[in-house]
């Protein structure tokens, strides 16, 4: 599986460069410093006269690096450029520092609708009540018809494990399937959900 690939870049006055950063600070002492910070993991770090980059496998390890590095950069009194986490494209083959868009599900959750949903079916409408009531004071969103319910769900793996607790199916929330298969507009509900459970 590829791993994505990140990046911040150091950008030092025409009069510095990079190798005298690294001789100052030590090349092998500033690299043992930002692995040991990043809870031990290794990182690449890179210079191009007056840039220096250090490579990252995340974005929450290239903002920690960054941070670092600018700790540093101010503690050496330098007149340095710490630009923001850039992120690989591997189709276009280049380095952006725009944020990433937002996925389907993750925009259904700012509008505090579940992109997965958990049909369960109960033997009578007082157990459906119950059951309901239990999972809504667990943080559930859930949809109550006769003796069914629905139960909105943040994530796929959320999904299945409520799924196996309550003996139920996932599919994803009708609003997540709106928004992934626009173009088919006879999609079966299953005609409970909605525009999608709240969470």
Do not use: C
């Not at 030590?26 to 980059?53: I, K, P, Q, Y």
């Not at 083959?93 to 725009?98: F, K, L, T």
Request: hydrophobic share 40%; charged share 35%; proline share 6%.
């Amino acid at each position: 599986m590829a791993r994505d690939d990140y990046r911040i870049r150091v950008v030092l006055p025409e009069e510095e460069n990079s190798s005298g950063l690294l001789s100052r600070l030590g090349l092998g002492s500033w690299t043992d410093e930002l692995a040991h910070e990043l809870e031990g993991r290794r990182l690449a770090v890179s210079e191009d006269e007056n840039e220096l980059f250090v490579y990252t496998s995340s974005p929450a390890e290239a903002e920690q690096a960054r941070a670092i590095v600018e700790a540093v950069v101010a503690e050496e009194g330098l007149d340095a450029r710490i630009g923001p986490v850039e992120h690989w494209l591997h189709d276009e083959e280049r380095w952006d520092d725009e944020p990433p868009e937002p996925t389907p599900e993750e925009e259904l959750l700012e509008e505090g609708i579940a992109p997965w949903e958990v049909r369960v079916e109960l033997d009578s409408r007082r157990e459906a009540e119950e059951l309901a009531e239990r999972l809504e004071a667990e943080g559930y969103g859930v949809v109550r018809r006769f003796r069914y319910l629905i139960v909105g769900a943040a994530s796929k793996e959320e999904a299945d494990a409520l799924a196996e607790r309550l003996h139920g199916e996932v599919e994803p929330s009708s609003a997540f399937v709106w928004e992934n298969v626009p173009q088919n507009p006879f999609v079966v509900f299953g005609g409970l959900g909605g525009s999608g459970t709240p969470l």
